[in-house]
């Protein structure tokens, strides 16, 4: 019987092993051939390579080259396995007998999954060859594989795109984005861009996620707008709580399902419309906003958004959200014998309403406090020093995101560059053959091998700048 520490110490063996075959895999781009063969010779060497062999996966297809997570996973003993690479293996074994069985349960699951029995065949998210200027996927054969012919071509309880629904249409050009647009699929109508246009008619009917190329021949995604997009994109009246920090605010707040939260201002609808969605379907939103204008644009947002989702999910959006124009300084009365599980203030004073709002505050609940500026969070402070109500303010951040450009170094040719090895005196005879057979690889069609090539990594020359402060206030008593 097998000790954890036995266990243990083999999958320490066998990482040690990986980690020498990977600088192997790094060093030279033909070095998954040699450790091919070396295992081979290995495999006689002691009790544990003979273990090893019998646990690893059947000798895969020699067609194709392996994919980083075959080969990794070809070399791990089998209780190592994550369940997902356990049943991939399976799978692979198994292929052979599905096959003949593959296409009609493909047909069977796409019928069941996207709700539309009547979806055409043809309809299938099934990449064109013409579009693979992105996909740089060595592993692909020209056969999909089992798992990728069990997906279907929507997610599931989504329909094919139809008019009406709000969309993103993506550029990218050489790894960068260059064009972004966020639109209503309407029929009749073309999405513009300086790179050609796209009729809307040819979007409508087509699975979401796809590639589509315009009338001068580049390649746009086009995809659904997820609630991050539409609330960067969607038309503005004042300053929206940007998603990052309305996450955080959520979390805060501790929003669940089935709660009551009070929000003021509702400026844009943006915050309105994350906390809808955390509330859901058993909860509600009561967002104030004293502007005549921006209570309109909050409103025509959220129903914009709702809109748009029927007709993605043939079902509706929760219409949880009451809207109202009121000033919150003085708006008792609407709030009179109400409770909330928590509260969202994005306003100017907020130390101003605070009297107002924090008696309809559960004891233990939190107010979270958006502010653009340091000042406004000193004018908070003051005014909770000087007010008499049960807050402790448990603290004051800022929420960083750093995006980071990490991609293949690419010499001025578009080849990939190469790694260079230190060429040592004593062996240079072996090293020379190496940087030959880097040399040779490279100037073929195929990919460079996994871990060959260098990467560049470094914070983006694009960062979004300061957005807000964050306050938790939690309502508590002595
Ligand atoms: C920055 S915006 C809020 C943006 C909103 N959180 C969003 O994500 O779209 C601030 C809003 O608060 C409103 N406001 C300011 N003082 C208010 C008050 N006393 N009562 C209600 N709304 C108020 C403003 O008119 C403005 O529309």
Redesign the pocket.
């Known amino acids: 019987m097998c000790t954890s520490s036995q266990r243990h110490l083999r999958h320490r063996d066998v990482l040690v092993r990986l980690t020498k075959r990977r600088s192997e895999i790094r060093t030279f781009s033909t070095g998954l051939v040699k450790c091919k063969e070396s295992e081979h010779e290995d495999s006689d060497s002691s009790g544990l390579s003979a273990e090893l062999t019998s646990r690893q996966a059947p000798p895969a297809r020699r067609s194709r080259p392996l994919s980083p997570l075959e080969r990794i996973s070809g070399l791990l003993p089998r209780d190592a396995l994550s369940p997902e690479v356990m049943q991939l293996r399976e799978q692979n074994q198994q292929e052979a007998e599905e096959d003949a069985n593959v296409q009609e349960s493909f047909a069977q699951s796409t019928q069941e999954q996207s709700g539309h029995p009547e979806t055409p065949a043809g309809t299938e998210a099934t990449p064109k060859e013409d579009e693979s200027d992105n996909d740089h996927s060595s592993d692909a054969t020209t056969e999909p594989s089992t798992s990728e012919r069990l997906i279907p071509a929507t997610l599931p309880g989504e329909s094919l795109l139809v008019p009406g629904e709000l969309l993103v249409a993506e550029l990218y050009k050489k790894g960068r984005m260059e064009y972004r647009k966020m639109f209503n699929l309407q029929t009749g109508t073309r999405l513009h861009s300086s790179w050609g246009f796209i009729p809307h008619d040819d979007i409508a009917g087509q699975p979401a996620g796809q590639f589509l190329k315009t009338s001068l021949g580049a390649p746009v995604l086009i995809r659904r707008a997820s609630l991050e997009d539409y609330?960067l994109y969607m038309k503005?009246?004042?300053?929206?709580?940007?998603p990052k920090d309305?996450a955080r605010m959520l979390m805060m707040m501790d929003v669940t399902e089935g709660d009551r939260v009070l929000?003021?201002?509702?400026?844009?609808?943006?915050?309105?419309?994350?906390l809808s969605r955390a509330v859901g379907s058993k909860g509600s939103v009561l967002s104030?906003?004293?502007?005549e204008d921006?209570?309109r644009?909050?409103t025509l947002?959220y129903k914009r958004w709702r809109t748009s989702w029927n007709l993605r999910r043939g079902e509706e959006w929760p219409d949880n959200v009451q809207f109202h124009k009121?000033?919150?300084?003085?708006?008792s009365s609407l709030l009179a014998g109400q409770g909330f599980h928590s509260v969202?203030l994005?306003?100017?004073?907020p130390h101003?309403?605070l009297t107002t709002v924090i008696p309809h505050l559960h004891p233990g609940a939190v107010c979270a406090v958006?502010l653009?500026n340091i000042t406004q969070v000193i004018d908070l402070l003051e005014g909770l020093r000087c007010l008499p109500l049960p807050l402790l303010c448990e603290h004051i951040i800022e929420v960083p995101v750093r995006h980071w450009l990490v991609a293949p170094a690419l010499q001025k040719n578009r080849q990939y560059c190469t790694r260079k090895d230190p060429v040592l005196e004593e062996d240079g005879g072996e090293e020379e053959t190496t940087a030959d057979e880097t040399d040779k690889d490279l100037t073929t069609d195929e990919q460079p091998a996994f871990g060959s090539i260098p990467y560049i990594a470094r914070p983006h020359p694009e960062q979004l700048g300061h957005t807000a402060f964050l306050v938790k206030l939690r309502k508590c008593f002595q």
């Open positions: 609330v503005r009246g004042p300053a929206i709580a940007y309305a929000e003021s201002g509702s400026g844009s609808g943006a915050m309105s419309l994350f104030l906003e004293v502007r921006h209570h644009r909050a947002n009121a000033d919150l300084c003085t708006a969202a994005d306003l100017i004073n101003l309403v958006y653009a």
